[in-house]
């Protein structure tokens, strides 16, 4: 559960720059009789930029427990038998979620309110129904989606299993996995196989 929360603040990265910029405000004057704004006025003035922030570096952290996860020994494998590329997900995630967000007032409490309101049950929906594949995030760091059924060692033939990788898989490939979640792993193509 908290990877999968990781992921989704991961997910709002472009979100949370993209707000930063709109935000932000710092008072620029290049006068002879200058004064330097309180800390207390410029924290109060770009509240909103500093949670974007500390969002952002939760994010870093995020992936960082991500990379260090799929650092594990994937030792099981299995063959593809069938591929789909769904990469077009992180697309519908940005353009659903992440772009309508940013075009919110954030100068008016009630639409910050709102936008926090709105981040929470998207991040309920996305842990629950485990979304956290279909991360823009994702996309930008090189990260492919497939959607694949394949034939297991132990379990047999299994279907509409999802996986993310670095690499270009086809049908037929054969990939070492470190399972995620339930239908969701991470793998790696097995490239020089012993015969």
Request: hydrophobic content about 50%; aromatic content about 14%; overall charge positive.
């Amino acid at each position: 559960m908290k990877r999968k929360i990781g992921l989704y603040i991961l997910s709002l990265w472009l979100m949370f720059a993209l707000i930063i910029i709109i935000t932000i405000k710092i008072p620029v004057y290049f006068g002879d009789d200058w004064e330097y704004i309180e800390t207390k006025q410029l924290v109060s003035l770009n509240l909103i930029p500093i949670i974007c922030i500390v969002a952002i570096i939760a994010g870093f952290f995020a992936y960082y427990d991500f990379s260090y996860r799929l650092k594990g020994t994937a030792e099981l494998a299995f063959q593809i038998t069938e591929i789909e590329n769904i990469d077009y997900e992180h697309l519908t995630f940005l353009t659903t979620y992440i772009v309508p967000l940013v075009c919110f007032n954030f100068d008016n409490e009630r639409y910050q309110i709102v936008l926090l309101i709105l981040l929470v049950i998207i991040g309920i929906i996305y842990i629950r129904t485990d979304l956290f594949y279909a991360n823009p995030t994702l996309a930008v760091l090189k990260f492919r989606i497939y959607k694949v059924s394949g034939t297991f060692v132990r379990d047999g033939l299994r279907n509409n299993i999802i996986i993310i990788t670095r690499e270009k898989l086809t049908n037929k490939d054969k990939v070492k996995y470190l399972k995620l979640d339930n239908r969701i792993y991470y793998v790696k193509k097995i490239i020089n196989e012993q015969k």
